[in-house]
């Protein structure tokens, strides 16, 4: 899966840089063209010399070494490659990154590329639990950065835990997984209909009810869902976001609205998945006018809307159905009962109140329930990182067994 492909391997100052030197070699071994940077720390381990002998590639080490006068080097390096690993990704190179600092040839290249970039951190067990640091590798994960968590056991500096660089192959293994994932697509031929954001439900002309809800989530896996071969329908309520390319997009304002644009694309969906926030209630009553200020209270009462995932739960045949519970308390029992009732096989929780999973941020902190009652736990992740895996559950459920 690693053949023809571009990597850009960024290698920080720390005992691990023998393994990078190692993941050098296994790279090019399987096909990658590797080109290297180091900084300053980083070759007080082991020499650029090391990295051009195992790359067949110049070594990058000094933003102001400019060998082409045609380009600027930390620039076209931003450009060139299919993906960005930094490994190994000392704390020090983390909180540069989360915090935008470029004052070497990595970070100011990092800071200007738009390539997938993987962080494969090592560093002593204490540090890497150190809260400046937990801090900065949630920034990353907001920023899109993708993570190869490193390993438990014994560490150069003499104590035992987590913080050791994953090792070669293992490195090799996620980044084959995530090409794999990208490149097959087995989704091919699949009606994924999608909903996503808040909606709004109209008091009069000037005020309405609606939520929290960004819809980041919904159009992260709406994204995910095109780049694996479906064809794909979003319907969203009203939010700030562009419309992922190459997806149906349908917008739509109230819960009344959804359930229609929903039901009439239902039976010729094969997956069905339900991210948008939808209100639960609407005022019973509605005015042409504004409403002018009164004296004293101004009561507003609320009626029930349309449970559509409930509805869609009701009347799926071959579709698969997957809904969100976005909870602050209880999570898992509300999780596993709403999964029951709506009849759904797939269900994605998340604690709203915890930090890093809440409607406006960048990243989630997710449990997968599945109708089997087994379930998958993710860490903090970006949202986009948590679509690319919930939609490899989606795939697996549709190529495994239904439990009907």
């Given at each position: 899966m690693l053949k023809d492909k571009k990597i850009l391997l960024c290698v920080s100052g720390g005992v691990a840089v023998f393994k990078a030197a190692a993941l050098t070699s296994k790279l090019s071994q399987a096909g990658a063209t590797v080109k290297v940077m180091m900084t300053d720390s980083a070759q007080k381990f082991v020499t650029p010399l090391t990295f051009q002998t195992l790359s067949r590639q110049p070594v990058y080490v000094d933003t102001f070494d400019e060998k082409d006068p045609r380009g600027v080097a930390h620039i076209d390096l931003a450009d060139w490659p299919d993906l960005i690993l930094i490994a190994p990704a000392t704390a020090n190179m983390i909180g540069k990154l989360a915090n935008g600092i470029a004052d070497d040839m990595i970070s100011t290249t990092l800071l200007a590329t738009t390539a997938p970039v993987y962080v494969a951190p090592a560093m002593n067990v204490h540090m890497y639990e150190h809260p400046a640091v937990v801090k900065n590798l949630k920034t990353l994960a907001s920023f899109g950065y993708q993570f190869i968590e490193p390993g438990e056991g014994y560490l150069a500096c003499g104590y035992v835990g987590k913080g050791r660089l994953s090792e070669p192959q293992e490195i090799i293994r996620v980044l084959e997984d995530v090409i794999s994932s990208e490149s097959v697509k087995p989704l091919n031929g699949k009606q994924v209909l999608i909903t996503a954001g808040p909606t709004q439900e109209k008091v009069d002309p000037v005020r309405y009810f609606t939520n929290h809800s960004s819809g980041k989530m919904g159009y992260a896996v709406a994204e995910a869902a095109a780049k694996l071969g479906a064809d794909v329908t979003l319907i969203s309520g009203p939010t700030s976001l562009e419309a992922p390319a190459g997806v149906n997009f349908i917008n739509v304002v109230s819960a009344a609205d959804m359930y229609e644009a929903v039901m009439e694309r239902f039976p010729t969906s094969d997956v069905v998945i339900k991210a948008a926030a939808v209100a639960d209630y609407k005022p019973k009553d509605t005015y042409a006018e504004k409403m002018k200020k009164q004296p004293g209270q101004w009561y507003v009462e609320m009626e029930r809307t349309t449970d559509i995932l409930a509805t869609l739960g009701k009347n799926k045949q071959h579709q698969l159905l997957v809904g969100f519970a976005a909870e602050s308390e209880r999570v898992e029992g509300y999780a596993r009962k709403k999964l029951a009732m709506k009849n759904?096989?797939?269900?994605?929780?998340?604690?709203?109140?915890?930090?890093?999973?809440?409607?406006?941020?960048?990243?989630?902190?997710?449990?997968?329930?599945?109708?089997?009652?087994?379930?998958?736990?993710?860490?903090?992740?970006?949202?986009?990182?948590?679509?690319?895996?919930?939609?490899?559950?989606?795939?697996?459920?549709?190529?495994?067994?239904?439990?009907?």
């Open positions: 759904l096989d797939m269900i994605v929780a998340n604690d709203i109140s915890e930090e890093g999973a809440g409607f406006q941020a960048n990243t989630n902190i997710v449990t997968l329930y599945k109708r089997d009652e087994t379930k998958v736990e993710l860490p903090i992740l970006s949202k986009t990182e948590v679509a690319r895996q919930l939609m490899q559950e989606v795939v697996a459920l549709l190529e495994g067994p239904r439990h009907e």
